[in-house]
């Protein structure tokens, strides 16, 4: 859910998960032996912020308070124009690709996006200059995505951002994962902090149904995949626990998958 002061937007357009989800793999975004369904949503995950940006400008998502689960966020944006008018995009897990959630966005000097409250921009007149309040509830490992797109469509600018992290630590080598789909049918685990283009080993287990295969790190000592944790046959729900073995280090996360409910 996004909320600005009185205005709410709910965004619940349905993702059809295909067949392609089940059965627990481990694929390298560029494999090209991956379903072409999850090397793109992998692909475009992964593109959305500085690859996909206008360049030399930012987008930067700030925690701005919480309250019991909702979390609430504002948008700084960097290196754009401060007089021209934007949209808010959004792209939650639950949707299939990225929507405007919101028009006539402006920024401030300070690059905050607000609703100005005048002709051509959002809000109100009595709440001039108002700033864009995104109250939110990810679950763990959800990332938040939102970008800005000014209305001539000369400038765009994405961010991304995990609030509430699934992620271990082993002697400064670090796992992480990341949901894109609702209940963790495709997951993004991540690592970092390994010796530059070191041999790994990826051990994944998800339910009892346990996978191990060799791995490489790029030259900046990090390491990428995607995995289908839902089992072959078995429960609807389950825990998939992903460890990253190399000589010196062995940290490992685990991504509660399916509905729990």
């Not at 009892?208 to 944790?229: F, S």
Request: hydrophobic share 35%; proline share 8%; glycine share 10%.
């Amino acid at each position: 859910m996004l909320r600005h002061k009185n205005r709410v937007v709910i965004l619940s357009i349905a993702l059809f998960i295909a067949p392609w989800i089940h059965g627990q793999n481990g694929t390298t975004p560029s494999d090209t032996s991956a379903p072409k369904p999850v090397s793109d949503l992998v692909r475009i995950h992964n593109a959305w912020g500085s690859r996909a940006s206008t360049p030399d400008t930012s987008l930067v998502i700030k925690e701005s308070g919480r309250s019991g689960q909702i979390i609430t966020f504002r948008l700084y944006a960097e290196g754009v124009a401060k007089d021209k008018t934007y949209s808010l995009l959004a792209w939650p897990v639950s949707q299939k690709g990225p929507s405007k959630v919101l028009s006539g966005v402006t920024l401030d000097a300070s690059g905050l996006a607000i609703c100005a409250g005048t002709p051509g921009t959002c809000g109100s007149a009595d709440k001039a200059n108002d700033p864009i309040d995104l109250k939110l509830r990810p679950v763990p490992g959800e990332p938040v995505r939102l970008g800005l797109i000014s209305e001539d469509g000369a400038t765009k600018v994405f961010a991304k951002v995990v609030p509430i992290p699934l992620r271990g630590e082993d002697r400064g080598c670090v796992v992480e994962s990341v949901l894109l789909t609702p209940s963790a049918e495709l997951v993004l685990i991540e690592g970092s902090g390994f010796p530059a283009n070191g041999d790994l080993m990826m051990d994944s287990n998800s339910g009892g149904e346990h996978h191990a295969g060799k791995a490489k790190a790029d030259q900046d000592g990090r390491y990428t995949t995607a995995v289908l944790p839902y089992r072959q046959e078995g429960p609807a729900h389950g825990t998939l626990k992903v460890t990253l073995r190399s000589a010196g280090c062995s940290p490992s996360v685990e991504v509660p998958w399916g509905r729990h409910n």
